[in-house]
């Protein structure tokens, strides 16, 4: 197990640099084996990210009807909602990708499912469609995910129950202090089921949640410290965030 955090000049170069990475990293693996899976996120650099893969030229090498898309969290809003991150991915990525849409797998919204209890229990299911061997979800290649001021990562706030779930791969949050209220995420465990989890982040305002973070804090009062893939977890900030602005 590795890590590491790599600093780059800012916001733009994060999801530029984050770009490039997957998509190579997609080309390496589609080298040796497919389906790859890559679990999405939200938040100002996770969308520029996917913005940035779209205007990337390599963009078309990559063969996107190998590649599995999911998220890390969703805010329980309908479908189309601006502030779904669905509908930001779709936005800066996905409604220009050739990629089946049988593999883009979105959490229901309350268009769909009664509450976000429902919608977590329907993703666990579409997750244990393509589990790896023995476990409840597929490997995830590249776990792309953000950090909140607070810590929070995907929708597990600090001091939440949610935090403890260990049962389920995805659990319907309420009451985030970040708005909407209603959430579905999945639990640490899923999180952690990645060969790579990337973290990115930008802005003086992410500088101390980042830091706490990777100084090991209680992750019950800092969520990200917890956040531990397989094989190598990478903190790609820019000057600000890494606490070095000014
Ligand atoms: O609410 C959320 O926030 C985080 C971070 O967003 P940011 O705009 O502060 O970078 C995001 O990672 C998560 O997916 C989202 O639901």
Redesign the pocket.
Known sequence: MTGGVVVHPDADAVARATAARLLLHLLDTQSVRRPAHVSL??????IATLAAVAASPLRDAVDWSGVHLWW??E?FLPAGHEER?DTGARTALLDDLPIPAEQVHTVAGPDEVADAETAAARYADELARFASPGSASPVFDVML????PDGHV??LFPHQATLDVTDRTVVGVHDSP?PPPDRVSLTLPALNHATETWVVAAGEQKADAVRRALAGDDWHATPAAALQARVRTLWLVDLAAAGSAG
């Open positions: 996120t939200g938040g100002g650099v996770g890390g969290d805010r991150n995910l953000g950090i909140g995907a929708s970040k």
